[in-house]
T-cell receptor, first 111, second 119 residues
Framework: QKEVEQDPGPLSVPEGAIVSLNCTYS??????FMWYRQYSRKGPELLMY????GNKEDGRFTAQVDKSSKYISLFIRDSQPSDSATYLC???????????FGQGTILTVHP | EPEVTQTPSHQVTQMGQEVILRCVPI?????FYWYRQILGQKVEFLVS????????KSEIFDDQFSVERPDGSNFTLKIRSTKLEDSAMYFC?????????????????FGPGTRLTVL
């Protein structure tokens, strides 16, 4: 079983839509969870960091963690064409600094 | 805003040659990392580094790889004898704390990457 699973998409939505991106993980020892955004041929850019179960909001972005079901989500409200990118979930906390990434979901927001 | 920088942006080399990829982490960060991403695949952890020592390494990080902090600002990844399958994007990252604090200081900031092409 893969440690972190993420539907690669691609996902295409109209501008203004609410986007839901999801990951599941298998290792209950993971302690913290991140969402990164990656534009083509660029480095991952941190969007959200969460440590505990629950919701965390930052502008149009909401990260949700459910440790009991090992499920993490990112919601994007009022999506914009500039949100078009690959979104990576990542988990960590089991060892020194190692992040385990999902496959990434390719998102396109069309005008 | 401080950022991680990497050079070169693209490196082309012949199989069997040695390459050194360079990174300048964020200045007040203490923990440094290398990841790689083969085209179309996941970002994969290679190694973490603190206080001039490797803290953790993955199975990928075999004897062909080494890391070094040669001075107070640079962090390098050396591949001694490159193989075709080493072709990938290599990302450097840095953080204040090593991912065990449970706070935002664990956050890893990534550089733009070096695209390594082995011919």
């Amino acid at each position: 079983q893969k440690e972190v699973e993420q539907d690669p998409g691609p996902l295409s939505v109209p501008e203004g839509a609410i986007v839901s991106l999801n990951c599941t993980y298998s290792n209950s020892a993971f302690q913290y969870f991140m969402w990164y955004r990656q534009y083509s041929r660029k480095g991952p850019e941190l969007l959200m960091y969460t440590y505990s179960s629950g919701n965390k909001e930052d502008g149009r972005f909401t990260a949700q963690v459910d440790k009991s079901s090992k499920y993490i989500s990112l919601f994007i409200r009022d999506s914009q064409p500039s949100d078009s990118a690959t979104y990576l979930c990542a988990t960590g906390g089991t060892s020194y600094g190692k992040l385990t990434f999902g496959q990434g979901t390719i998102l396109t927001v069309h005008p | 805003e401080p950022e991680v920088t990497q050079t070169p942006s693209h490196q082309v080399t012949q199989m069997g040659q040695e390459v050194i990829l360079r990174c300048v982490p964020i200045s007040n960060h203490l923990y440094f990392y290398w990841y790689r991403q083969i085209l179309g695949q996941k970002v994969e952890f290679l190694v973490s580094f603190y206080n001039n020592e490797i803290s953790e390494k993955s199975e990928i990080f075999d004897d062909q790889f080494s890391v070094e902090r040669p001075d107070g600002s640079n962090f390098t990844l050396k591949i001694r004898s490159t193989k075709l399958e080493d072709s990938a994007m290599y990302f450097c990252a840095s953080s204040i704390s090593p991912g065990l604090a449970g706070t935002s200081t664990d956050t890893q900031y990534f550089g733009p990457g070096t695209r390594l092409t082995v011919l």
